[in-house]
């Protein structure tokens, strides 16, 4: 199993680009979830999905768009980055919400210019 | 209110020292309770889950105060390989919440 993988591993953009952040596990895992981390704020959830076909908003999602096509994918699009968007980015997946254990994928730093 | 609470510390302690986190949290439904651990430039890991009757792995022990709102994290003989960030995550309705975390320089 790769467990929970992101690519990006780094990234710059300019301010006003729009790209995708791309998340995969290969665990069958039902819940996955996209979290920013930033000095001194700890982890922030920006979108969630309990499943294929059903995502939901965290706490910081403005900005940001998710989609559910398959278990197996999470994507993050940036749809006009700013700088406030520099972060670093996880992505995370469980068996399910109640679940013990999120696995994290290595992570994604993004710069904006 | 933040959903979850943790001294940020930092802690620097010497090997074979005795350290104590605490955390606390604001939603009394929560059900599920971690610690996990991060190292610099890293994803966090899981390091356990806290049970209501408290629980121990190795030098680790976990305690849940339900009644107060709190969980701690005891670390014994501390190792240089402990030097970490330490989570504290609370989970309330089908989200995690995590602490801004606790920073740990085991010193030699």
């Known amino acids: 199993n790769a467990g929970v993988t992101q690519t990006p591993k780094f990234q710059v953009l300019k301010t006003g680009q729009s790209m995708t952040l791309q998340c995969a596990q290969d665990m069958n895992h039902e819940y996955m979830s996209w979290y920013r981390q930033d000095p001194g704020m700890g982890l922030r959830l920006i979108h969630y999905s309990v499943g294929a076909g059903i995502t939901d908003q965290g706490e910081v999602p403005n900005g940001y768009n998710v989609s559910r096509s398959t278990t197996e994918d999470f994507p993050l699009r940036l749809l006009s980055a700013a700088p406030s968007q520099t972060s670093v980015y996880f992505c995370a997946s469980s068996y399910n919400w109640a679940a013990n254990e999120q696995f994290f994928g290595p992570g994604t730093r993004l710069t904006v210019l | 209110r933040k959903e979850v609470e943790q001294d940020p510390g930092p802690f620097n302690v010497p090997e074979g020292a005795t350290v104590a986190f605490n955390c606390t949290y604001s939603?009394?439904?929560?059900?599920?309770f971690f610690w996990y651990r991060q190292d610099c430039r890293k994803e966090p890991k899981l390091l356990m889950s806290?049970?209501?009757s408290g629980n121990e792995d190795g030098r680790f022990t976990a305690q849940l105060n339900r009644a107060s709102q709190y969980i701690s994290l005891l670390i014994r003989d501390s190792k240089l390989s402990d030097s970490a960030t330490y989570l504290c995550?609370?989970?309330?309705?089908?989200?995690?919440?995590f602490g801004t975390g606790t920073s740990l320089t085991v010193i030699p």
């Open positions: 939603n009394s439904a929560s059900q599920s």
């Open positions: 806290v049970y209501s």
């Open positions: 995550v609370v989970n309330g309705g089908n989200q995690f919440y």
